[in-house]
């Protein structure tokens, strides 16, 4: 419908400038037309000499009168009588007044009478008899087969523009209903999409090239939802799996205890071990519960920054003495160098340093050396935790930051620490601080990076 307003309009618009470019033409032809004629007359009296000759002048421009189709003429003297008239009711009109011969385009009179039409000019023109008055000359012209003309020609183009609409509004609805079949085929696909089948992607190759760009956004889109839709398949599951140890433990312990009577010493020690179960339930849950609270604030990340200034290296001085019975037991050395200060929470940032202190432990062979590299790099400062050990293969470093995922899961901690959420809880500490967090390994080195702005 717009295109067909547009294109009425524009049709209109060149109608309505034909209109008047013709009847500006025509105007000019009679303006020549009645200059003539005037002309004529100007010569024929500027001969007159005497009252006889004027007498006799209506004989005389008859002729140039007759010469040019429709003009007419009327010839009044200086008493306001009428001289020559060949057609005395055109000239009833008052006209206004006179023109001069030398002006290019002279303003014409109009005026109707009945049915008719007609253009006139009027001027004074000076007879060579002595001491006589100027006679004034009138000439007019019928413009009945103008209007004809127009009449016909307006009937025509208007007629074309009425049809010319309807074939722009067909043409447009055509043209619109063809472009938009992409679109058509693209909701037609997406509403085959639901959350068991994010693996449908609209088509991309049979689309024009204006909508390839949204085609591709889109196919970006169900491909991120249906990453996440897995990650929190794989989440749902590694949670009812890592929650199923504890509580089997419980109430295999407790269905022990209760299968005969024991001293105060038995349920004592089966206590003991539900006291330890319930810890790491406990702190499984409060590690969910953070990672929630993370990824539910993308415009509070700085909410969970209660920022200060931090001295890293004192946080990692203060986190080796934490370590070191861990460390002097498996004849691990720890090593810091350097210095670095950031700005945020001290005591997240000192979680995120104990995971990945933890981890380096861990992995660390007896003997080895768990390094921490603090530097400054521009507007930013960097904390590697180096330790040596068993190299992480290409596959799973990208998946290290993952809940509940770990390269090897037969290596879980005996004491039951190992629950795969402290990465995921460091890279999540990290970007609540505006930085990032990325992992190397080879050559039996592993490196996490720490990258935080600088104070």
Not at 109 to 123: K, M, V
Not at 366 to 391: I, Y
């Amino acid at each position: 419908m717009l295109f067909a307003a547009g294109a009425s309009a524009v049709l209109l618009a060149l109608g309505f400038l034909i209109n008047v470019s013709i009847e500006r033409h025509f105007e000019d032809l009679d303006r020549d037309t009645l200059r003539a004629g005037l002309i004529q007359a100007h010569h024929a009296i500027a001969r007159v000499t005497t009252v006889a000759e004027l007498q006799q002048l209506p004989a005389i421009l008859s002729d140039p009168a007759h010469g040019h189709h429709g003009l007419l003429m009327h010839l009044v003297g200086p008493q306001g009588q009428v001289l020559a008239s060949p057609a005395l009711p055109v000239f009833t009109e008052p006209f206004g007044q006179t023109v001069q011969l030398t002006d290019p385009a002279p303003p014409l009179q109009r005026w109707s009478i009945g049915e008719r039409n007609f253009r006139g000019l009027a001027t004074r023109v000076a007879s060579a008899i002595p001491d006589a008055a100027p006679l004034e000359v009138r000439v007019a012209i019928d413009i009945g087969h103008h209007q004809v003309f127009m009449d016909t020609l307006m009937g025509t183009l208007w007629l074309f523009v009425a049809c010319a609409a309807v074939a722009a509004g067909l043409l447009g609805w055509f043209a619109a209903k063809r472009g938009l079949a992409p679109l058509r085929a693209m909701r037609s696909r997406a509403e085959r999409v639901t959350a068991q089948s994010l693996d449908q992607r609209l088509p991309t190759d049979a689309v024009p090239a204006e909508l390839a760009d949204l085609a591709h956004t889109l196919n970006e889109m169900l491909a991120r939802l249906e990453e996440a839709f897995r990650r929190l398949s794989d989440f749902s599951s590694d949670i009812a799996h890592e929650l199923r140890t504890p509580v089997s433990n419980l109430m295999t312990q407790t269905q022990v205890s209760l299968a005969r009577n024991r001293d105060a010493t038995g349920y004592r020690e089966i206590l003991e071990s539900n006291a330890e179960e319930f810890e790491r339930l406990a702190r499984m849950i409060s590690d969910m519960l953070f990672l929630a609270k993370a990824d539910n604030a993308h415009a509070a990340t700085r909410a969970l920054v209660q920022p200060e200034p931090v001295d890293l290296a004192r946080e990692v001085g203060d986190l080796f003495e934490f370590y070191e019975a861990l460390a002097d037991e498996r004849g691990i050395q720890l090593q810091c160098t350097g210095q670095a200060n950031t700005r945020g929470d001290r005591l997240m940032l000192r979680r995120a340093l104990s995971n990945l202190l933890s981890n380096a432990l861990r992995y660390t062979p007896p003997g080895g050396c768990v390094q921490v590299r603090l530097t400054t790099q521009g507007e930013f400062v960097q904390v590697a935790v180096v330790n040596p050990g068993d190299s992480i293969a290409p596959e799973h470093l990208v998946h290290l930051f993952e809940r509940f995922y770990r390269a090897d899961p037969s290596r879980q901690n005996a004491t039951g620490e190992g629950t795969g959420l402290g990465l995921a809880i460091t890279q999540a500490i990290v970007l609540a601080h505006q930085g990032r967090i990325t992992a190397t390994s080879a050559d039996g080195l592993t490196c996490f990076t720490l990258l935080l702005p600088r104070a």
